[in-house]
């Protein structure tokens, strides 16, 4: 018998400098993969932490020029390995577009920075939905 699969999206095989945020504690792991609402996180010691109160930080660096982009998340799970977070902030296709956007502009900070600030004011807040039943 197969296992069930609770995941309401497909995870994606993703690799970046990572930063958890809990209270005083830091720890820094690499992600491992993401899908929407999820990333997992590889640490070398899974270490206590506040499951409804972390903010993890996605870290992109080329040369001098680095992107830090960071979002609450809650732990929904803790492997020998590494911890599983979600949040409703994680959007894997905005992540996939930023990265590539790095790539892309590799030594031209100034052309990144431009990209970079066109994207963002494009996306809409949460806030700005109405929910409709």
Do not use: W
């Amino acid at each position: 018998m197969y296992p069930v699969n609770h995941r309401q999206y497909r995870r994606i095989d993703f690799h970046a400098q990572a930063a958890i945020q809990c209270g005083k504690t830091t720890i820094l792991g690499e992600v491992y993969n993401l899908c929407n609402k999820g990333i997992y996180i590889k640490v070398p010691v899974v270490e206590q932490l506040d499951e409804d109160n972390a903010s993890v930080s996605l870290c992109f660096t080329e040369g001098p020029t680095t992107i830090t982009i960071t979002m609450p998340a809650k732990v929904v799970r803790k492997a020998k390995d590494g911890i599983a977070f979600h949040s409703p902030h994680i959007n894997m296709y905005s992540i996939l577009h930023l990265e590539h956007l790095f790539i892309y502009r590799k030594g031209k900070q100034d052309e990144l920075t431009e990209d970079f600030c066109e994207y963002i004011s494009c996306i809409p807040l949460a806030h700005n939905f109405a929910r409709t039943n």
